[in-house]
């Protein structure tokens, strides 16, 4: 089975601060996203990633940056954390099939 | 463009009643359609797909087929139970790495 991981479940960050948000798959996938989900607006695309060291905007990039170092590690990047940035986060992989792969989300609290 | 449209929530149920949540989409080409599955807490899991016209796609008692008559792929479940209160995703992958997600019906089954 695929397995998606992400490093925090619940993580609080104060305005300003950097916030760093990983996610690891154990699937060889080449494709990695990250998306933000939000009551009443579902999932929208931060940015993903289609190979090492390669990355996408997606429909609300500002804000964030990414980071793919390593084929099964995708980094997200909140430079300076903003409490409109408060939300879900969810990390998915996918290989070469459509189906994409989530982790269990990371609920950050920006105070 | 892609685009995926569902029916809004939330849907309130009792256990044993018949259920459909709407979804219908736009897009170019012959996408592949899914339903995902949230259930609190967690991260989205895949809980059926189809990849072609007049598919249909069966799990855990759900299934969906895939119309490109009237591009629909409506969620139906016979008998719903307490368990399957979650919130469930409509989506479309086409060509290129990008899903299109609707945003969500959240279903509670009461007993």
């Known amino acids: ?111 | 463009g892609n685009s995926v449209t569902q029916m809004e929530g939330p849907v309130t149920l009792s256990e044993e009643a018949f259920l459909t949540i709407n979804c219908t989409y736009t897009a170019t080409g012959y996408p592949s359609l899914f339903w995902y599955v949230q259930y609190p807490g967690e991260g989205l899991q895949l809980l059926l797909k189809a990849t072609k016209a007049d598919d249909k796609g069966s799990n855990k008692g759900f299934e969906a087929t895939y119309r490109k008559e009237t591009t629909s792929f409506h969620l139906e479940k016979g008998s719903v139970q307490v368990s399957d209160s979650a919130v469930y995703f409509c989506a479309l992958a086409n060509t290129g790495n990008q899903f299109y997600f609707g945003t969500g019906t959240s279903l509670t089954v009461i007993p």
């Not at chain 1, 996938?29 to 060291?53: A, C, T």
Request: glycine share 8%; proline share 3%; aromatic share 12%.
């Open chain 1, 1 to 111: 089975d695929v397995k998606v991981t992400q490093s925090s479940r619940y993580l609080v960050k104060r305005t300003g601060e950097k916030v760093f948000l990983e996610c690891v798959q154990d699937m060889d996938h080449e494709n990695m996203f990250w998306y933000r989900q939000d009551p009443g607006l579902g999932l929208r695309l931060i940015y993903f990633s289609y190979d090492v060291k390669m990355k996408e905007k997606g429909d609300i990039p500002e804000g964030y940056s990414v980071s793919r170092e390593k084929k099964e590690r995708f980094s997200l990047i909140l430079e300076s954390a903003s409490t409109n940035q408060t939300s879900m986060y969810l990390c998915a992989s996918k290989g070469q099939i459509y189906e994409q792969y989530f982790g269990p989300g990371t609920r950050l609290t920006v105070t």
